[in-house]
Structures are given as C-alpha cells and as structure tokens.
Nanobody, 123 residues
Framework: QVQLVESGGPSVEAGGSLRLSCTTSAKRTDTFCVGWFRQVPGKAREAVANIDFDGGTTYADSVKGRFAVSQDNANNTLYLQMNSLKPDDTAMYYC?????????????????WGQGTQVTVSS
C-alpha cells in the first residue's frame, strides 16, 4: 500500500511563501513520477507541478516562475516551494505518485494520493 503524507501550510498573507512537503512510501522505478495538484470546492482538481520519470519538471502556467517542485530521493520526500503567493492560490493541495506516465500535468499519470493539506492565502 503506497502512502503519501503532506505537511506544510496552512496560511500566509499575499506575497508570502510556504513550503509543502510530502513523504511517500512509494518505491521508485524507471516509470515513477510525482506531482502536486490543488482543488477548490466546486472545481476540478488541477495540476500544479510534476517531476517525470526522467527528472524533468513541468509547471502550470498559473504558477510558473513562482513555485518550484523538488524531491529528496534519499528521504523519499517531495517538496513544493511556493513564493509570491496570491489569494487565488488558496486551495487544498495534494501530492500524487504514479507509474503510468501519460504526459505533463496529466492527472491520469497518478493513482496514489495524499490526504491533502489546506493552503489559505489572505489578501
């Protein structure tokens, strides 16, 4: 059973920074990929950033230049550094892992999810 546990948040003022962490028990293979998603009530879950099986990173246009995704393989931890936060970044953030890469920022690549951590950015 793959487990992912997020931490970080929960609130900051606009313009501030937060770092989310996600510890995973997933075993790395040559098809392993990880990502961050976010969701607000009433809307579909959207991709924020990912690291593909080759170590490449992709970002949603809405966070490009402000967020940075990274991983510490030795400690099985995924990070999301979020800078210049805006109220529109307020959402529940989820980390995800998968072994069926289908493309950048594609939710179909992932079948293991964390429980989510709330991020609130106040204006």
């Amino acid at each position: 059973q793959v487990q992912l546990v997020e931490s970080g948040g929960p609130s900051v003022e606009a313009g501030g920074s937060l770092r989310l962490s996600c510890t995973t028990s997933a075993k790395r293979t040559d098809t392993f990929c990880v990502g961050w998603f976010r969701q607000v009530p009433g809307k579909a879950r959207e991709a924020v950033a990912n690291i593909d099986f080759d170590g490449g990173t992709t970002y949603a246009d809405s966070v490009k230049g402000r967020f940075a995704v990274s991983q510490d393989n030795a400690n099985n931890t995924l990070y999301l550094q979020m800078n210049s936060l805006k109220p529109d970044d307020t959402a529940m953030y989820y980390c995800a892992a998968g072994y069926s890469w289908v493309g950048p920022l594609q939710i179909q690549s992932y079948n293991h999810w964390g429980q989510g951590t709330q991020v609130t950015v106040s204006s």
